[in-house]
């Protein structure tokens, strides 16, 4: 069975700084796709990024990029100029080839004015 | 174009009550999904159904069941209910199973109190 760890259950960060949220998973698939979803006060999920496995380059969004080592098998978000928009929750998940979804427990990330 | 759209958005149960939970896709999303969110146990995956057929079931006892429509609308429906079974209830629905890959949109969730 796949499991997603998130290590870091609050982060905060100062507005216009950058932060980094750590994600490894375990798998023995080759495979899969990895995703970082937002889940705000209004508990609304929100797609942020996502990554291919087999794509070696980092996805990136706008201020939202990730660090892919799938050797290590870890994916980080990195949010860089942090908006008070920002503060969330932060799920990572990890995706097998049969579709089927698995979450961490999340981060919470606090965005200090 | 509508996202996925979750009814009733809040409702509270007695224990013992049955409950059915409504979602209506994205439009022209095939593949709809049903999680279980709570503050100790996270993001839980519930089923997956694709054109009308259970694809994917996570592991949860079988109180908790669902089905899909012709339109892909989805329901699901926990029976016998327990007060472990308070959470928000969020469903998903993606463009379509036969290809892997796809992103899950998420609606708003059903937030369910059973007392």
């Known amino acids: 069975a796949q499991t997603v760890t998130q290590s870091q259950p609050e982060m905060s960060v100062q507005e216009a700084e950058t932060v980094t949220l750590s994600c490894t998973y375990d798998?023995?698939?080759?495979?899969?796709?990895l995703f970082w979803y937002k889940q705000p006060p209004s508990r609304q999920m929100i797609l942020v990024i996502r990554q291919e496995a087999y794509k070696q380059q980092n996805a990136t969004e706008n201020r939202f990029s990730v660090n892919f080592q799938k050797a290590a098998k870890s994916f980080s978000l990195k949010i860089s100029d942090s908006q008070l928009g920002d503060t969330a929750m932060y799920f990572c998940?990890?995706?097998?080839?049969?579709?089927?979804?698995?979450f961490g427990t999340g981060t919470s990330l606090t965005v200090i004015p | 174009k509508a996202g996925v759209t979750q009814t009733p958005r809040y409702l509270i149960k007695t224990r013992g009550q049955q409950v059915t939970l409504s979602c209506s896709p994205i439009?022209?999303?095939?593949?709809v999904s049903w999680y279980q969110q709570t503050p100790g146990q996270g993001l839980q995956f519930l089923f997956e159904?694709?054109?009308?057929?259970?694809?994917n079931k996570g592991n949860f006892p079988g109180r908790f069941s669902g089905r899909q429509f012709s339109n892909s609308r989805s329901e699901m429906n926990v029976s016998t209910l327990e007060l472990g079974d308070s959470a928000l209830y969020l469903c998903?629905?993606?463009?379509?199973?036969?290809?892997?890959?796809?992103?899950?949109?998420f609606g708003e969730g059903s937030w369910l109190t059973v007392v």
């Open positions: 159904y694709f054109s009308e057929t259970q694809r």
């Open positions: 998940a990890f995706m097998n080839p049969g579709n089927q979804f698995y």
């Open positions: 439009s022209g999303h095939r593949s």
């Open positions: 998903a629905s993606s463009l379509s199973q036969t290809t892997s890959g796809n992103t899950i949109y």
């Open positions: 798998t023995s698939e080759n495979n899969y796709y």
